[in-house]
């Protein structure tokens, strides 16, 4: 296999990915950190590398991870005008870089439930950060409301919503168990407010909720399909299409990359190794492909061509189908947690063995092992 080439996708896809900046603010104890470390892979807030910026903040990233987190703090500093006037400074100095990923993309400003206050600190900072970003209210450690979330609301009225969550499980004294709560609702909002070049960054290291990893891996195998299909459509024989594998290659990883894996060449190898069956038992490929096989050397490039745009297209849309499937499954078998990467391919052979043959199915496999020529 020409690691060369998984090396240059992997790399192209993450950096395509960008990063998408988070300010967090709130009063000591009211569980910045878990909440970060409950919505995030890669456990940042405990784990990344942190330096401080200014008094009242500090950025905090780690390698590999889309995600930087400013850490912002001194709601209870006897000094805090001077300090919030520093952030602001920081923040207006972000927003003028061309560079939208070092730009701070929306900020929490987190309160404690059991509080129920809203000081004034914490209004004169979501006032200013709301002048240069969106600012989201949230709740922390939420357990009963009492019309709190709307009293926040009302005394934060530049925040662009309010959302209450309880991070971790909690266990009361009488041994009944809270669940976790809010926080797919929270994911839903801040994909709506980032900036649409920064979606797929966030919604890459979000862990929360599957359902906008999955819109997006659609969306990229959509772009993906429709590239192969202007690719094959060139005159060129179709014995001669592995100029497609690079596309289909770079799919695969993207896709790996927006479900939050930090994926490694010899995975993209197995990845490939896997997809060699599957893609070749789907419907639709059974169909076109027989059909191609059924051309006629004398064939015009035109109708040639016609075909191959058809057939790549529908291989690709079938090969990155199936893999979301793949993804999809293991994460369900998972829980919360992100399955282990051969457990994923794993999943992918699976059904892979699942899928159902036909009599074309040794040649629909000669002409996908064409496709892809480094599989072995």
């Known amino acids: ?218 969306r990229t195998v959509f772009k993906s399909a429709g590239m192969a299909a202007v690719t094959a459509a060139t005159p060129i024989p179709f014995a001669d299409a592995a100029v497609l594998v690079p596309i289909q290659l770079g799919m695969l990883v993207r896709v790996s990359v927006l479900y939050g894996f930090d994926i490694t060449e010899p995975y993209v190898k197995e990845l490939v190794a896997a997809a060699i069956g599957p893609t070749a038992a789907t419907a639709g490929g059974r169909v076109i492909v027989a059909n191609l096989l059924k051309l006629s050397p004398g064939a015009g490039t035109m109708l040639g061509g016609a075909i191959s745009a058809a057939t790549a297209a529908t291989l690709t849309a079938a090969l990155g189908g199936l893999y979301i499937a793949a993804l999809d499954a293991a994460f369900a078998k998972s829980g919360s947690d992100s399955p282990d990467l051969t457990k994923v391919a794993a999943e992918l052979r699976n059904q892979a063995k699942n899928a159902k043959g036909d009599t074309q199915s040794t040649r629909i496999r000669a002409v996908i092992r064409k496709l892809w020529p480094f599989s072995k």
């Open 1 to 218: 296999m020409h690691l060369d080439t998984i090396k240059r996708e992997i790399e192209k896809s993450k950096g395509e990915l960008g990063r998408c900046n988070l300010l967090i603010a709130g009063r000591t104890g009211v569980g910045k950190s878990t909440l970060i470390n409950s919505i995030f892979h890669g456990r940042v807030a405990t784990t990344g590398q942190g330096k401080p910026v200014t008094k009242a903040a500090r950025f905090v990233f780690k390698e590999g991870v889309p995600l930087g987190i400013w850490d912002t703090r001194g709601l209870e500093m006897a000094d805090f005008k001077e300090a919030l006037e520093e952030l602001v400074q920081l923040v207006d100095r972000k927003a003028a870089d061309p560079d939208l990923s070092h730009h701070i993309h929306v900020a929490y400003l987190c309160l404690h439930e059991d509080g129920r206050r809203v000081q004034t600190a914490e209004r004169d900072l979501c006032r200013k950060l709301a002048q240069h970003m969106p600012v989201l209210g949230v709740i922390t450690k939420a357990r009963n409301d009492e019309g709190f979330r709307a009293e926040v609301q009302r005394l934060l009225p530049e925040a662009r919503n309010v959302v209450r969550v309880r991070a971790i499980t909690e266990t009361l004294d009488d041994g009944h168990k809270l669940q976790p709560m809010g926080l797919e609702d929270l994911i839903e909002v801040t994909m709506g407010l980032v900036p649409e070049g920064i979606r797929r960054a966030f919604g890459a290291v979000q862990r929360v909720s599957l359902r906008h990893k999955r819109q997006l891996a659609h």
